[in-house]
């Protein structure tokens, strides 16, 4: 069973540079999140998803988009990559809300090196 | 805006010794809080969740107590083994408003041999 799994792992870019991360999971899970991990700063939201089709803004979406063209992938776009992207990208799941008693799965982290 | 802090932010103990990482909240309008084991280079890994209405969640060796009125978490290691060492962070979620867990910025463990 893989989980969450996270394309690619590692990506440099140059600035103004795009890219697009993919997450795939394979628990029929409704709910799918990006968040960013940087040094000091703890996990942040920047989109989300509560089924296909659906996205929403999270707490830091300035810069990213977002597509949940089906159920079991949630893809984040970088249109004109910035320095300030430079950071680790988790994407999770969940099968409802988050809060409700299901647990959240992450997948292991994509490393972004913005030059 | 919910403010997630814990302290210290990195943590040696010696083999065997019993320990406590905090957490600790602004808001106590919360819906739960989760907390999340992170080994290097890794995703996250959840260990316990306590619902709001609840005091403190039991997993093995692993015990977390919630206090929402004072904003306060604990995870309590019983015992603890080189194979602990990890980055430990906790995250709350909020009651109302988007799909969001506030995270704080974690506790790293080291269990020395």
């Known amino acids: 069973n893989a989980g969450v799994t996270q394309t690619p792992k590692f990506r440099v870019l140059k600035t103004g540079q795009s890219m697009t991360l993919l997450c795939a999971q394979d628990m029929n899970h409704e709910y799918m999140y990006w968040y960013r991990q940087d040094p000091g700063m703890g996990l942040r939201l920047i989109h989300y998803?509560?089924?296909?089709?659906?996205?929403a803004k999270g707490e830091v979406p300035d810069g990213y988009n977002v597509s949940r063209l089906k159920k079991q992938n949630f893809l984040l776009g970088l249109e004109s990559a910035a320095p300030s992207q430079t950071s680790v990208y988790f994407c999770?799941?969940?099968?409802?809300?988050?809060?409700?008693?299901?647990?959240?799965?992450f997948g292991e982290g994509s490393w972004l090196t913005v030059v | 805006k919910q403010e997630v802090t814990q302290i210290p932010a990195a943590l040696s103990v010696p083999e065997g010794e019993n320990l406590v990482l905090n957490c600790s909240f602004t808001?106590?309008?919360?819906?739960?809080l989760q907390w999340f084991r992170q080994d290097p280079g890794k995703g996250l890994t959840s260990l316990l969740l306590i619902q709001s209405s609840q005091r403190e969640q039991t997993s093995g060796r692993l015990n977390a107590s919630l206090d929402k009125s004072s904003g306060r978490s604990t995870l309590y290691i019983a015992a603890s083994q080189p194979g602990d060492s990890a980055t430990y962070l906790c995250a709350v979620k909020v009651q109302t408003g988007a799909n969001n867990l506030f995270f704080g910025t974690g506790t790293r463990l080291t269990v020395i041999p």
């Open positions: 998803s509560v089924g296909e089709g659906t996205t």
């Open positions: 999770a799941s969940s099968y409802s809300r988050t809060g409700a008693g299901n647990t959240i799965y």
């Open positions: 808001d106590s309008a919360i819906y739960n």
